[in-house]
């Protein structure tokens, strides 16, 4: 197996809106993009049809559409979340993953529908790096594919500022290796990337590489989360079929709601689950919090907990009856949050590791309210229960702690001026023109979207200005 | 390069010939620890379809170890069956086998030792203060009238507390083992984990909760 997260991500494919690239000039917060969404759209396009991505036109401003796959139906809960958006004016369209749900060439097969995305497709009908963009690459012939290689740091020219390859450490082995390269192109993740950066220090770059601004490593920021559960009485005693579907939401729900209405600056999508699904390891956990509070099949009450025949009937019961829905938004990107080298610690193989500094606003701490607000307007709608107590002010309304969506962007910004950014508008470092970050560390804000699809559109976007800047001799 | 030949190899650098490359010989070093970690465990591992290498010999190593003892399991195995008793659908926890189960999750997750084996413990104490025999001696009705005080957080004593905490362990534990075994995913029907084709939610499911696709 080859690659990180696109091994085992939801597969969550959206692509940024226009209002994405100039929140600043929107809120005036922040920094705007030195880009807009009419520069990524092409790339945007070919990702697409490359990869698969399958869902619903929607002929939303700040949700632009992709080149569809048709979409799977709603399962019944999510149907239900439909209704209740309906009753709401919250919208619940399709989802936008990128699973196959046709062919779309000889290479992949299409989903056969096991629910199991996040252990990687045998039939490669969903995407991971892997298995869509690394596997036909080493296919041409034309790529060194070198596995457990722990990059330690770029190396450069002291007299001309420019990077000469990377040092690696095999992690098998343990033993030193140097690649001498014209070009070095991270794509390490936001964080790894600005790690390396970082201890690529050298007395021509006492602060790392490209980072003469002092911005590599800042800017850090995750999406935020709040999720919340309720228990849907109405589903208890289900007919039984094969709900499966993809290893996802068939569902979801872009921000649909004004900013400038709101004491908040940022949106948010919400993601939906629930289901009969697999039972897995936790499944049945604390029924002696539910079996108490619904009638039993003679209609009446008994106590909570218990045992035996009864209580595996509750199993019965109660399976496929629980939703859950997450909010995934918007942070506002500071360089108070910021990850940097920690001094006195190295990994095992001695590499300098990163530490990491971040507090969540008042932003997106109110962001997180409206979450919960919603989710509660939306469990009331569906006549459901919400489990346990509503998040307040005293847990941050369940807002979860930076870094836990892993949606980490921004450590190596991209913009126009050079004292302010750490890469050109082409994923090129300012200070070293033959250094590229192509993963979320160009990132200047995330948007209330799932990083991925724009992380590979500005990669293809570096690739192509790569090949143009060799061709033009600047490279 | 096969185990056994790492393991001959090794010789070259273990006698500390000087000449050799200390980069070398942290090499060797390291592949001499690969090869020990898994001649501990079988002479041929068997690597399960999603499994890494490193994952087997975890596992393997695991089942190797034993944590509860026959009493113990023998416990466990009673508990869970009067947690999860047969009935005319379906067979019993222990028939499913929950007693492995949890032996395999102590090991895997060691922080439920203790909660595991002190709630054990908890039980024999509490059957010989009442009946002066252990849990598993007593009769099915003396079985029960323990379980009856700790098996309803809502009304337990209070003095019963660390058995109800025990005993929702037991419970949530029991679960988990019996509805991921075969026995207990036919149980519960669920119908997939297999290659099909997904159109929608029946038609007559649809018109049960008056919804539709139009």
Partial sequence: ????????????????????????????????????????????????KLIGVFGAPANLPNDPDSIYLPPPKPRLHELMFQKAGKALDIPVIP???????????????????????NRGCQAYADFSASSVLVIPAVKTGNVTLITNAMA???????????????????????????????????????????????????????????????????????????????????????????????????????WWLDNKKLDFPRGYHIEYGGGMGMPGYGFGWGMENQNGKYAGPDGKMKEAGGYGASLKNDYRRFYGANIGMSGRGEAV????????????TVDKYGIPVLRFNYKWSDYEIKQAKHMQDTFEEIIHAMGGVATGSKPGPENNYGLAAPGRIIHEVGTVRMGNDPKSSALNKFSQAHDAKNVFVVDGGSFVSQADKNPTWTILALSWRASDYIIDQVKQKNL | MKRRDTLKALTLSSFGIAAVNPQELLAEQRELELALAESN???????????????????????????????????????????????????????????????FMVKDQPNWQTPFRGGLSWLDLESRKRFDKVFTSLSKEQQLKIVDDIAYPQKAKPEMSQGVAFFNIMRNFTATGFYTSEIGIKDLGYM??????????????????GLSYS
């Fill in chain 1, 95 to 117: 989802s936008r993953l990128s699973i196959l749900t046709k062919p779309i060439n000889n290479e992949r097969g299409s989903c056969f529908y096991c629910h199991q995305c």
């Fill in chain 1, 152 to 254: 330690r740091e770029v190396l450069t020219d002291q007299s001309t500022g420019l990077a000469t390859g990377v040092s690696y450490v095999d992690k098998e082995k343990l033993s030193e290796h140097t690649i001498k390269a014209k070009i070095v192109v991270l794509a390490a993740s936001a964080c790894e990337s600005a790690r390396l950066l970082l201890n690529s220090k050298s007395a021509r770059f006492p602060n790392g590489l490209a980072n003469s601004s002092g911005v590599v490593g800042k800017y850090l920021h995750d999406s935020t989360g709040a999720s919340r559960g309720a228990f849907i009485p109405k589903l208890m005693d289900r007919e039984r079929y094969n709900e499966d579907g993809v290893g996802g939401m068939h569902v979801y729900t872009p």
């Fill in chain 1, 333 to 344: 990107a500071t360089a108070d949050n910021y990850c940097e080298i920690d001094k006195n």
């Fill in chain 1, 1 to 48: 197996m080859l690659g990180g997260r696109t091994n085992h991500w939801g597969r969550i494919s959206l692509r940024f809106g226009p209002n994405d690239f100039r929140r600043k000039s929107i809120d005036g917060l922040g920094e705007d993009w030195p880009i807009n969404y009419d520069t990524v759209k092409p790339y945007y396009d070919k990702v697409d």
């Fill in chain 2, 192 to 209: 997939g984990n297999r290659p099909n084709q997904w159109d929608g939610v029946p038609e007559k499911v649809l018109k049960q909760y």
């Fill in chain 2, 41 to 103: 465990v079988e002479d041929t591992i068997e690597i399960p379809g999603g499994r890494t290498k490193e994952e087997a010999i975890h596992d393997a190593q695991l089942m190797k170890m034993t944590f509860f003892t026959p009493a113990e399991m023998a416990t466990l195995a009673v508990l869970s069956d009067i947690i999860i008793p047969a009935d005319e659908k379906s067979g019993s926890a222990s028939q499913s086998g929950v007693p492995d189960f949890i032996e």
